[in-house]
Structures are given as structure tokens and as C-alpha cells.
């Protein structure tokens, strides 16, 4: 939760707005909160059944209530200059495992990036090494992956890229 706070700080303290699932509990919140406590801006794309759970962050910049999960990926992916995943549920690797395949079907050239808080992602790069071991996937795309340990190394590495 830590390093979640500190990478929306970072991101706010560069001047990043973050687009994030607009959820009120979790990584989402800690990183929302971490950028909303450096004046920050984040806008939430949270699906109308997740407002009904009361799962949504009431506090952020912008709050955008969509339909569908397809619809709140869409949003984002449209919305964002970069695909950041931290340490999450099923609903992050579906949507790390989507950016990825949009970026080798160049959909997308935006950076995809893990945050391997403690290691998190390791099991995850060992399965794409494997895909890439048995000729599923390339190894060229498999390196375009980011792997960061911190979020100070992640914040380096897209400033590095032309955001």
C-alpha cells in the first residue's frame, strides 16, 4: 500500500493526472489518495454495478460511471499515455494481459508497466517467459514489458519515455 501512495504522489508531483478504476479500496485507493494529497488529479471509470456496491471513490477529481467493464477498459485505454500495474486481483492481469496484446497488435504504442512490489509479479513473468519458451509469444514482445521494483524506478523509466 505504501509504494501505491507513494507512486500517485510521484505522479502528482510531476504533474501526471492518473486514470484508474475508480475504486475506493485497495491500490486504487492508495494511489488516488497519494496523488489527491499533492494536489493531484485522477479521474475514476468505475462501472455503474461497482457504484451499487459502493465500491467507488467518491473523492476524486472526475468520477466517470459507465455500463460495462469493456466500456471502463475503453475509457481508460483512451484516456491514459501509459498502462501502470501494481500488485492486484484477476481484474489487473486481465487488463495488463489486454494492454500487452494491444501493444504487439499495435493498437497502442504505450508503455506497459508491472510495479513488482516485494515480487508480486514474479509467478506472471515466469508464465510469459514460458509462453515465449514454448513459441506462444515473442520475445521481443515479452521485452517490452517494464518490470520496476519501486516507484521511484518506475517513475524514472517513463520519464524516460515521451509521455
Not at 20 to 29: K, Y
Not at 83 to 97: K, Q, R, S, Y
Amino acid at each position: 500500500m505504501e509504494h501505491a501512495r507513494q507512486l500517485g504522489e510521484l505522479c502528482a508531483d510531476a504533474g501526471w493526472g492518473i486514470v484508474n478504476g475508480g475504486g475506493g479500496q485497495g491500490m486504487m485507493l492508495a494511489v488516488a489518495d497519494g496523488a489527491l494529497s499533492r494536489g493531484g488529479h485522477v479521474e475514476g471509470v468505475i462501472p455503474h454495478s461497482m457504484v451499487l456496491r459502493e465500491w467507488a471513490h467518491n473523492s476524486l477529481t472526475d468520477l466517470h460511471v459507465v455500463e460495462t467493464m469493456h466500456q471502463r477498459k475503453q475509457r481508460m485505454h483512451d484516456r491514459c499515455d501509459a498502462f501502470v500495474a501494481l500488485p492486484g486481483g484477476i481484474g489487473t492481469l486481465d487488463e495488463v494481459c489486454e494492454a500487452l496484446a494491444w501493444q504487439k497488435l499495435e493498437i497502442h504504442k504505450k508503455p506497459v508497466a508491472v510495479l513488482n512490489t516485494l515480487g508480486f509479479y514474479e509467478s506472471f513473468l515466469h508464465l510469459l517467459d514460458h509462453t515465449v519458451e514454448c513459441g506462444f509469444y515473442h520475445a521481443l514482445d515479452r521485452e517490452r514489458l517494464w518490470v520496476t521494483a519501486t516507484p521511484q524506478e518506475l517513475i524514472t523509466r517513463l520519464n524516460q519515455f515521451t509521455l
